[in-house]
């Protein structure tokens, strides 16, 4: 006989209540221990060293997953299994390399027998452990620790709290270490060429404005009427006004100007459209990040964005609109 749905959904709670209580507690005890590790990590870039994170069991995977996020913001760092180092694989590590041991217990047979081989090789030792009081964390450089009470398994068997506890930790190390380096957008999408991640944080503006036709652009010595007929045989919301000399940008006039100088009374068609431009828009660089005009419309709380070349010379628009297309959202 199936669970209850009832029953099913308490249980699930309980599961999740329980590791949320772990990550409260990893939360709450981080202190100096945590500051030397951060200190450790950066010392080991800053001589160009790597991270060799290991760990056996769910404990790998873990490491695994901690040392991928750590390649992804641009440090260095790999897996070692453990079993396999004593085997050969020694030959990944090098003096000046900083080790990241996982074990909940701090007891594990297998990292307790790398830990002196990796010493012996000349690389610092960080603790990541549940335990300050194992051998592990007595014979590390740094301790890296996470609080648990309990584990979310109902037979207090299957790792869940320890090991959400210590990805977590594991997390928050990685964007400490990534906010001090001052890693940018443009980093970061060095590093995720590829998938969804990759094409979204690699979209430059030009790659998503609209331009040529679909661009309504006029001197901003043009009747109201007549910018209005631009931007309708343009099918868009605002057109680019420049000026007579230089070409360059010197307003926008949007829906939103066009319906105030409707308000302004009878003949308003007939007045030239710098009465009424928005002057001094919010414009972006045609070579800047798709991301960062994301960051404009939502700063502005604008519809529309002008696009503009080196010289301050219109050459594009974004609409609002045109970002889901593109899922920069």
Known sequence: MGIASKTALERARRCIRIEREALDATS?????????????????????????????????????????????????????????????????????????????????????????????????????????????ARDSDNLLLYRVKREACPLKLAPTSSTTAALALGDALAMVLLE?????RDDFAKYHPAGNLGRVLLLRVRDIMRSGNRLPVARDTVSVQEAILAMTKAKSGSIALVGTKNG???????????????LSGPGFLERPVSQFMTRSPKVIRDDALGVD???????HKIDDL?????????????????LPKFKIV
């Open 293 to 299: 005009a994301l960051r404009l419309f939502e700063l």
């Open 180 to 184: 001090s380096r001052g890693l940018t």
């Open 28 to 136: 709450r005890s981080l202190g100096r221990e945590f500051v030397d590790t951060v200190r450790a990590v950066e010392a080991t870039v800053a001589a160009g060293g790597k991270l060799v994170f290991s760990g056996v069991g769910k404990s790998a995977h873990i490491a695994c997953k901690i040392a991928a996020t750590f390649n992804s913001t641009g440090i260095s760092s790999c897996f070692l299994d453990p079993t396999q180092a004593l085997h050969g694989d020694l030959g990944l590590c090098y003096e000046g390399d900083l080790a990241i041991l996982l074990s909940n217990s701090g007891q594990s047979d297998e990292i307790l027998r790398l830990l002196p081989m990796l010493k012996r090789f000349g690389l610092r030792i960080v603790a990541f452990t549940g335990n300050p009081k194992s051998d592990l």
């Open 306 to 322: 002008i696009v503009v070349d080196s010289s301050g010379r219109p050459v594009g628009l974004i609409d609002g609109q045109d």
């Open 248 to 262: 360059k940008l010197s307003g926008i006039l949007t829906d939103g100007d066009f319906r105030r100088s409707a």
